[in-house]
Nanobody, 131 residues
Framework: QVQLVESGGGSVQAGGSLRLSCAAS???????????MGWFRQVPGKEREGVAR???????AYADSVKGRFTISKDNAKNTLYLQMDSLKPEDTAMYYC??????????????????????WGQGTQVTVSS
């Protein structure tokens, strides 16, 4: 059974940095089994939104709100997905989730930005940015 476990959340002041990690386990396919992996966030009362995603070729994409400040990467040898978050703003405060799917199609803009089509989700890690 596929499991995703996030870590690295916490509380920081505006302008600070955090690095989120997502350790994946439970599948024995090739390291590119997951065609698309991503980071998503949600605040109470709002829809979950895509923050960044990376496909099996390591091609990244970002939400406009985080472009230039966040960097998504993955280490296939460790089955771990990362999100480096710099220049954090109070509006970045949210619960952050990693998610994955074997299907590359869900890396297309219309899907990942709306957090659609991802079969596997982590439990989330809270990020709080104070002004």
């Amino acid at each position: 059974q596929v499991q995703l476990v996030e870590s690295g959340g916490g509380s920081v002041q505006a302008g600070g940095s955090l690095r989120l990690s997502c350790a994946a386990s439970g599948y024995t396919y090739s390291s590119n089994y997951m065609g698309c992996m991503g980071w998503f966030r949600q605040v109470p009362g709002k829809e979950r939104e895509g923050v960044a995603r990376i496909n099996s070729d390591r091609s990244p994409a970002y939400a406009d709100s985080v472009k230039g400040r966040f960097t998504i990467s993955k280490d296939n040898a460790k089955n771990t997905l990362y999100l480096q978050m710099d220049s954090l703003k109070p509006e970045d405060t949210a619960m952050y989730y990693c998610a994955a799917t074997p299907h590359l199609v869900y890396c297309s803009g219309g899907y990942w930005r709306a957090a659609t089509g991802f079969a596997y989700w982590g439990q989330g890690t809270q990020v709080t940015v104070s002004s």
